[in-house]
Every structure is written in C-alpha cells, then in structure tokens.
C-alpha cells in the first residue's frame, strides 16, 4: 500500500528535470486568474494530481490554462530540449476571435462583443459596475480601459457553473491512465509557491576559466581582478543556497498541511479526511504580484 509519505516525497522532489515545476500561483509573467486541483486515484497504488492554473500571460498575450501533473504512473508528458515536463498548455479562447477583440494583446477593445469559449459566445462587459460587483478594481491605465486579466476575471466569476475555463477530463486525462478516478476536485485551498534556483556546482578551475572569457570580451578595459570576480560569484552561489533552504523548510508540499491532508486522501481513498484547518488564499486578490515581471 502506498504511504502518505511516499507521496509527499513525490510532490517535494516534483523536480526531475530542468522544465518541471510546482503550482506556481505567483508565476511572474502571468496574471492569476483561477486555479484548481484535481485528485486521482486508482488501482495498484496509481496516483496522480492535475492542478490547473488559469492566468493571463502578458508576454504570449493569450489567456493560458497550464496544467501541472504529479504522481506516480503520469504518461505521455510533453517535452522540451529533449527532456520531460510535468505540465502543458490549453488555449481556451478562440485565438482569431481573441486577437480580433484585443489591442497588442493587452487590452480588451471598446467594441469587442463576446468571446468565443470552447465553441460557446460568451458576452464581454464594458461595464465599470459589472467588475466592481464582482471585486475587481480596474486599472484604468487609460480612461475606459480593461485588462485582459481583468475581464477573464469577470467570466470566471460570472460563468463558474459553466467551467468553459477549466480544463476538460480529456485536457486533464492526457497525461493520466484513463484507469484512474478522479476521487475529487479542490476550487480553493492554503497554497505557497514552493520555488528552487537551479545551479550547478563550478569548480574553480571552471570559473577560472569563465574569468578569463569575461575579460576577454572586455577587451583590455578595465575589469576586476579574479579574486574579486570570484567572491561576487560565491556570495551569489551561497545566496541561492539560502534561498533554496528556506523555500525546501518553509514552502516544501510536506511541510504544511494542505498537501499532509491530501497524501492521506490518496494513500486511503477517502475524501473524508480532507479537513482542512488553515484559510485558503488562492484567490487571486491574494496573488497581486502575479504577472508583476
């Protein structure tokens, strides 16, 4: 039988690869817009999750759907320079109808009408009283103007029992056995974004070696000796070292209780366990440096 143990240690070493990453709420190029988890389990200890993050991607200019996945028998993974990641993207909108309603893929044009969702026409709203009902200060960089982030905002609230946002069970099921059963689906939850900096050891003679390239673009300008280059270097190594402790002792899965009581659904099957006691803060009131970068 598979122990919550050995579930939280998948979840904590999510990393095994260079493009595999946890449930980033705070991700800096994308505006949070909704999130979800979804628990899976079947036969012969198979597990998985599949937690969606919904955001707005200034950068790509779309509305992105990431999915991550973690578990123990994930399938059909993408891939990236060769090697595996743990979650894909899905473009729910209708991307000629979304760039014919958007400027520069930034803001929503004055008069763009509906947008085309999973084949469905959903009705835009220009209405500065339709985004303050529903909690949504806008920004108004400009007079009159809405962020895209700001009116995929309004259509989650406005058409949740919809789910024409969320990822279907065939977008979910690609990189799960069919076998496995969805067990239940989580809307909010106590989250932290749980973020490593991967580096690799450098010898000295390595960074000898990168001193001497460093000094030679310079072109005999004036440049720091190597003692000096090499203690900024080591400081900074030594910087993301702490950093990483901190993250692997404070945000690890396994250290807090959201992902304690989770690994007792899956290694038992029963939902009933799942009581959870801290506040959920996955709301994206909470995760305003989102799409920050």
């Known amino acids: 039988m598979i122990t ?29 817009v909704d999130s979800r988890l979804n628990i899976f389990k079947g036969s012969d200890d198979k597990w998985a999750i599949a937690a969606e993050r919904l955001g707005y991607n200034q950068q ?6 990431d999915i991550y996945y973690f578990g123990n028998c994930l399938t059909n993974l993408e891939s990236y320079n060769g090697q595996e990641t743990n979650y894909y ?37 220009h209405s500065k ?5 529903a909690g949504i200060d806008l920004k108004e960089y400009r007079l009159g103007e809405i962020s895209l982030e700001e009116v995929s905002r309004l259509l989650i609230t406005k058409h949740r ?21 969805k067990l239940f689906v989580i809307d909010e939850w106590h989250h932290r974004d749980f973020t490593e900096i991967v580096h690799t050891t450098i010898s000295d003679e390595h960074l000898r070696t990168a001193y001497e390239f460093n000094k030679n673009i ?10 000096s280059f090499a203690n900024l270097f080591r400081q900074q190594e030594q910087s993301n070292s702490n950093f990483n402790q901190t993250q692997w ?11 304690q009581l989770l690994a007792k659904v899956i290694a038992t099957g ?17 995760w305003l440096d989102s799409g920050s970068l």
């Open 270 to 286: 029963d939902i009933s366990f799942y009581k959870p006691t801290l506040e959920p803060n996955t709301h994206w009131t909470n």
């Open 89 to 125: 993207t899905v473009l729910p909108i209708d991307w000629n109808n979304f760039s014919d309603t958007t400027i520069n893929g930034l803001v929503l044009k004055t008069d763009a009408k509906y947008w085309t969702i999973r084949n469905n026409q959903i009705e835009l709203s």
């Open 218 to 227: 310079a072109a005999g300008k004036d440049y720091i000796d190597f003692e």
């Open 249 to 259: 002792q404070d945000n690890r899965p396994s250290s807090y209780e959201t992902w």
């Open 129 to 133: 009283q339709d985004y303050q009902n």
């Open 4 to 32: 919550e143990d050995q579930i939280l240690s998948t979840l904590d070493n999510y990393r095994w690869g260079d493009y595999c990453h946890f449930i980033e709420l705070g991700e800096g190029y994308s505006y949070l």
């Open 161 to 181: 029992n919809k789910e024409l946002l969320r990822a279907t069970d065939k977008e979910l099921y690609k990189s799960i056995p069919i076998d496995l059963k």
């Open 60 to 65: 790509a200019g779309n509305i992105m759907l």
